[in-house]
């Protein structure tokens, strides 16, 4: 599967800045206007980077999807 099959977003509300998703998949997620991460169009980063980050955030801010099946994934 490669990361263009995955459907990553971030939850706003829930994000609080603290930057670990953009350390672990720098070419994905990149700082919106409020300091929160969002996703970057196209993610660039690979599937294990991907699922990294989602680990990474502490308040669970990232869900990430097969883009096929619906499915949630986790590291």
Do not use: K
């Amino acid at each position: 599967m490669h990361q263009h099959s995955l459907d990553i977003s971030v939850d706003a509300d829930l994000c609080i800045g603290n930057a670990m998703c953009r350390q672990a998949a720098s070419r994905t997620f990149v700082t919106d206007e409020h300091g929160q991460s969002v996703v970057g169009e196209p993610p660039l980063d690979g599937r294990e980077q991907i699922l990294h980050a989602v680990s990474a955030c502490p308040v669970a801010a990232i869900v990430v999807r097969d883009a096929e099946t619906g499915e949630e994934l986790f590291e």
